[in-house]
């Protein structure tokens, strides 16, 4: 868990990008307003309305700029640890989409380009192998029945985790 600092100017200069990367991704309403930091592939920042804090990495090569996959905190709702992922492709309503961290797989509810845990206890279980696993992937069928897997580095994701939850405390 390392988290990259702003030591010298090739490094500011990909974190910039990293983030503005991320920010293009969100809808223009949602865009983040504070960066809590960059930890290795993974980010956290803090938006004032509605407030909300959260990690979130992009997928490794190969997927859309606007795939993501979120660890979310909405302090008003009473929402902690909250999964979302914005999948690469757009899945049918019925669609099975198989996460899996490590060596545990979890079944996500899913619907167009989006899939979220079924439940808090299942959050609380992807969080827990969030964790210790240093790799995800997220499967699934697409609309057009072509199957696709969108993979993620979980290098920081604890600590991005752990400092949206500060943020929003």
């Known amino acids: 868990m390392t988290r990259l600092a ?3 100017a090739p490094t500011c200069i990909l974190t910039c990008i990293f983030i503005g990367a991320l920010t293009a991704i969100l809808p223009a309403p ?3 307003k504070d960066s809590l930091g ?3 592939d993974w980010a956290a920042f803090r938006d004032a309305d509605p407030a909300r804090c959260y990690a979130i990495a ?3 090569r190969g997927s ?3 795939s993501f996959a979120s660890i979310a905190n909405w302090p008003d709702q009473g929402i902690r640890t909250q999964l979302h992922i914005r999948l690469s492709r ?3 309503d019925d ?3 198989t996460l899996t961290i490590g060596t545990q797989r979890f079944e996500l509810t899913a619907k167009g380009r989006d899939a979220w845990a079924r439940d808090t206890q299942m959050d609380a279980a992807v969080i827990a192998a969030l964790r210790s696993a240093t ?3 997220v499967s699934a069928r697409a609309a057009n029945g072509a199957r696709f897997t969108d993979r993620y580095a979980l290098s920081g994701v604890a600590t991005a985790i752990d400092a949206a939850l500060v943020g929003c405390a």
């Open 95 to 97: 669609a099975q989409v």
């Open 90 to 92: 757009g899945v049918a």
């Open 6 to 8: 702003f030591t010298g």
């Open 64 to 66: 859309d700029s606007a």
């Open 38 to 40: 960059v930890y290795g």
């Open 58 to 60: 992009q997928p490794q």
């Open 30 to 32: 949602a865009a983040a």
């Open 135 to 137: 790799r995800m992937s």
